[in-house]
């Protein structure tokens, strides 16, 4: 069974930046046909898609975003990151990690195993 | 971006009603469209994809149809369990963007 377990501060202050990992287990990080994401959702919200990251490393992100963001790939460790600069409070949200199943091309595509979530708030 | 707009935003029903969901893209996603569950603190969880097509394991009292612009999802028969929100997202391109939500909640 595939699990993605996310991890860091569930704190951060004003200004500074926000660090998360995402560990996978029950899959090679490495396997065609997958990106690994990171959505996240404030209190009582929607879903916002941050980015993507392929096993290649080329990533996509979302552009309300994309000064701020980047995503990286530690295959030796099952694991890939975020890291988000200069946050501000509209940044608290918990924040989920997921794997994109994905079709070159084609159908489907959908986030097919999603992470726990994990809390981050943004607070001085 | 593709703006995804769920109607209603919150529904209330009974045990054993039928209830449809409904997702409007701004524009054509084809059928790269997607529909989520999510409980209360808990991740969301794929019940559709491709428009129409159930997830390993969902019941089959979920269904889906649409294409373009225009998507549902219905309940036939409701269960105690499928009270929670429902996401619609896109995944036709990037930023991949989601619906506002539909709450589900008992009357």
């Known amino acids: 069974q595939v699990q993605l377990q996310e991890s860091g501060p569930g704190l951060v202050k004003p200004s500074q930046t926000l660090s998360l990992t995402c560990t996978v287990s029950g899959a090679s990080i490495n396997s065609g046909g997958f990106y690994w994401t990171w959505i996240r959702q404030p209190a009582g919200k929607g879903l916002e898609w941050i980015g993507r990251?392929?096993?290649?490393?080329?990533?996509n992100y979302n552009p309300s975003l994309k000064s701020r963001v980047t995503m990286s790939l530690d295959t030796s460790k099952s694991q890939f990151s975020l890291n988000l600069t200069s946050v501000a409070a509209a940044d608290t949200a918990v924040y989920y990690c997921?794997?994109?199943?994905?079709?070159?091309?084609?159908?489907?595509?959908?986030?097919?195993?999603w992470g726990q979530g994990i809390l981050v708030t943004v607070s001085s | 971006d593709i703006q995804m707009t769920q109607s209603p935003s919150s529904l209330s029903a009974s045990v054993g009603d039928r209830v449809t969901i409904t997702c409007r893209a701004s524009q054509t996603v084809l059928t790269y469209l997607n529909w989520y569950q999510q409980q209360p603190g808990k991740a969301p969880k794929v019940l559709m994809y491709a428009a129409s097509t159930l997830q390993s394991g969902v019941p089959s009292r979920f269904s889906g149809s649409g294409s373009g612009t225009d998507f549902t999802l219905t309940i036939s028969s409701l269960q105690p369990e499928d009270f929670a929100t429902y996401y619609c997202?896109?995944?036709?391109?990037?930023?991949?963007?989601f619906g506002q939500g539909t709450k589900l909640e008992i009357k």
């Open positions: 997202q896109q995944s036709y391109t990037t930023p991949y963007t």
């Open positions: 990251l392929f096993t290649t490393g080329s990533t």
């Open positions: 997921a794997r994109l199943l994905f079709t070159f091309g084609g159908v489907p595509r959908y986030f097919d195993f």
